[in-house]
């Protein structure tokens, strides 16, 4: 039994028709996006999460307690997935596997973006996007795992997600040399670039990201349906948009002229991307740091350029799992965002000082919520002050915005299985839009 088929066994009867039902709705959904985007029926505590609709924006952050991973359905149903993360470390430093230890972090991850998929009438991920090249991002590697059918990897969070779905492009940092990245003979780095090599091979697209570029990432089925959509590539190996058409600036100093201790570590190479949908806006950075040493090495703060150069947003990820040496004051003044969300996996996620900073009315005044897509007893115990504002603290963190973008809901949905069922929902927001929100900082900076 070939790895798709028996991976879409154990979904059981409701993918029995799936192909029929994918052509119905593929009919609606062209129908829809091509003229009267109806309004989703409204989700409900208990109830599993509805189906994504054309003209609605989702964004899944999934919540496996083993590493990171997103999956975004954009409004013509293109799909993008952000990094697929598997760590293997047992609690209490890794947090449970969930919702179960049964299959790899991988696996739950790729089972989840197929069902998604499936519910809203596709069949593909049309991107997937690597951050950067560590094992909480592209998984890492031990010998219990499986190998590919060809020997050369080993099947963990990316190569496991693309065993089960077919991908359109995948794009990292490297691509296509890796040349570029210092740790690629670790372990991991090495399983993930041999996963490339046979996907090359194989006549799969690779391509290395482009900081500034907003034509890398576009809209496939319908682009001109939805003109307001965009994804811009705000910075990728140290460099960073500079606002001016897709050009970028490299903030690292030649890396020969370093000493050892300042080379900066993979993280700070990561890529950073600012969607919009109308007035709605997202910002994520992978592990992109602000970290400065206190003041030794301001170019090591690529993630605070890269908040500049966004400006205000509607949600923002808090990069590195909400560790202290991200989402600097910064980054948090240039964003600003309503909604807050921090993909944890680890006991140590997220700092205390990473809190203050993203409650903090003096970086920026007005309400705001902080969604955390897990958080161990451990962390609760030593940060209960601010971890008790959480809004959310395990679970399924789904931003759901509206036709057009006006407006966003929050939904956190259940990890503990696979039903999707509701938990809570929050909103609906206001998008802000640029013009607002520029308007509200100059206020603030007056
Ligand atoms: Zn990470």
């Given at each position: 039994?070939?790895?798709?088929?028996?991976?879409?066994?154990?979904?059981?009867?409701?993918?029995?028709?799936?192909?029929?039902?994918?052509?119905?709705?593929?009919?609606?959904?062209?129908?829809?996006?091509?003229?009267?985007?109806?309004?989703?029926?409204?989700?409900?505590?208990?109830?599993?999460?509805?189906?994504?609709?054309?003209?609605?924006?989702?964004?899944?952050?999934?919540?496996?307690?083993?590493?990171?991973?997103?999956?975004i359905i954009a409004p013509d149903g293109t799909t993008l997935m952000i990094d697929a993360g598997a760590?293997?470390?047992?609690?209490?430093?890794?947090?449970?596997?969930?919702?179960?230890?049964?299959?790899?972090?991988?696996?739950?991850?790729?089972?989840?973006?197929?069902?998604?998929?499936?519910?809203?009438?596709?069949?593909?991920?049309?991107?997937?996007?690597?951050?950067?090249?560590?094992?909480?991002?592209?998984?890492?590697?031990?010998?219990?795992?499986?190998?590919?059918?060809?020997?050369?990897?080993?099947?963990?969070?990316?190569?496991?997600?693309?065993?089960?779905?077919?991908?359109?492009?995948?794009?990292?940092?490297?691509?296509?040399?890796?040349?570029?990245?210092?740790?690629?003979?670790?372990?991991?780095?090495?399983?993930?670039?041999?996963?490339?090599?046979?996907?090359?091979?194989?006549?799969?697209?690779?391509?290395?990201?482009?900081?500034?570029?907003?034509?890398?990432?576009?809209?496939?089925?319908?682009?001109?349906?939805?003109?307001?959509?965009?994804?811009?590539?705000?910075?990728?190996?140290?460099?960073?948009?500079?606002?001016?058409?897709?050009?970028?600036?490299?903030?690292?100093?030649?890396?020969?002229?370093?000493?050892?201790?300042?080379?900066?570590?993979?993280?700070?190479?990561?890529?950073?991307?600012?969607?919009?949908?109308?007035?709605?806006?997202?910002?994520?950075?992978?592990?992109?740091?602000?970290?400065?040493?206190?003041?030794?090495?301001?170019?090591?703060?690529?993630?605070?350029?890269?908040?500049?150069?966004?400006?205000?947003?509607?949600?923002?990820?808090?990069?590195?799992?909400?560790?202290?040496?991200?989402?600097?004051?910064?980054?948090?003044?240039?964003?600003?965002?309503?909604?807050?969300?921090?993909?944890?996996?680890?006991?140590?996620?997220?700092?205390?000082?990473?809190?203050?900073?993203?409650f903090s009315q003096r970086l920026y005044p007005g309400p705001r919520d902080v969604f955390a897509t897990?958080?161990?007893?451990?962390?609760?115990?030593?940060?209960?002050?601010?971890?008790?504002?959480?809004?959310?603290?395990?679970?399924?963190?789904?931003?759901?915005?509206?036709?057009?973008?006006?407006?966003?809901?929050?939904?956190?949905?259940?990890?503990?299985?696979?039903?999707?069922?509701?938990?809570?929902?929050?909103?609906?927001?206001?998008?802000?839009?640029?013009?607002?929100?520029?308007?509200?900082?100059?206020?603030?900076?007056?």
């Amino acid at each position: 039994m070939s790895a798709r088929r028996k991976f879409l066994r154990g979904l059981g009867a409701a993918s029995i028709g799936a192909a029929l039902e994918l052509r119905a709705l593929s009919a609606s959904a062209t129908e829809a996006a091509g003229h009267v985007m109806a309004a989703r029926p409204a989700d409900e505590p208990g109830r599993a999460l509805t189906p994504w609709r054309p003209g609605c924006l989702d964004i899944h952050h999934i919540a496996t307690g083993r590493g990171d991973s997103s999956l975004i359905i954009a409004p013509d149903g293109t799909t993008l997935m952000i990094d697929a993360g598997a760590m293997y470390a047992p609690p209490p430093a890794d947090l449970d596997l969930l919702p179960s230890d049964s299959r790899r972090p991988g696996e739950w991850i790729a089972r989840y973006a197929w069902r998604h998929l499936r519910s809203a009438g596709l069949a593909k991920l049309d991107y997937l996007i690597v951050t950067h090249l560590h094992p909480d991002h592209v998984g890492d590697v031990n010998p219990d795992l499986p190998r590919s059918a060809d020997g050369t990897y080993q099947l963990t969070g990316v190569s496991d997600v693309a065993a089960l779905l077919p991908i359109g492009v995948l794009l990292d940092r490297g691509a296509l040399d890796y040349e570029n990245v210092a740790i690629r003979d670790a372990p991991f780095a090495r399983n993930y670039v041999a996963f490339v090599r046979t996907r090359q091979a194989a006549g799969g697209r690779v391509e290395r990201l482009r900081a500034g570029a907003d034509n890398q990432i576009t809209l496939t089925n319908r682009a001109a349906s939805f003109p307001t959509f965009d994804v811009r590539n705000l910075a990728v190996n140290g460099e960073v948009w500079t606002g001016q058409g897709e050009a970028a600036r490299s903030l690292f100093p030649a890396i020969s002229t370093l000493k050892p201790d300042d080379v900066p570590d993979e993280n700070a190479y990561s890529a950073a991307l600012r969607l919009t949908y109308g007035r709605f806006s997202y910002f994520a950075a992978g592990d992109l740091t602000s970290n400065t040493f206190d003041g030794e090495l301001p170019w090591r703060d690529v993630e605070s350029s890269a908040a500049r150069v966004a400006g205000p947003v509607d949600v923002a990820v808090a990069a590195h799992h909400g560790l202290f040496d991200s989402t600097g004051a910064d980054v948090v003044r240039a964003l600003r965002p309503r909604v807050w969300l921090m993909d944890a996996w680890h006991v140590s996620h997220p700092s205390i000082t990473t809190l203050e900073r993203l409650f903090s009315q003096r970086l920026y005044p007005g309400p705001r919520d902080v969604f955390a897509t897990a958080l161990s007893p451990e962390n609760s115990s030593v940060n209960d002050r601010l971890t008790k504002r959480l809004s959310s603290r395990n679970g399924h963190v789904v931003i759901r915005v509206s036709p057009g973008g006006e407006d966003y809901r929050v939904v956190i949905t259940s990890n503990s299985d696979e039903s999707d069922r509701v938990k809570t929902v929050f909103g609906p927001y206001q998008s802000r839009g640029p013009q607002q929100s520029l308007l509200f900082a100059a206020k603030q900076w007056a």
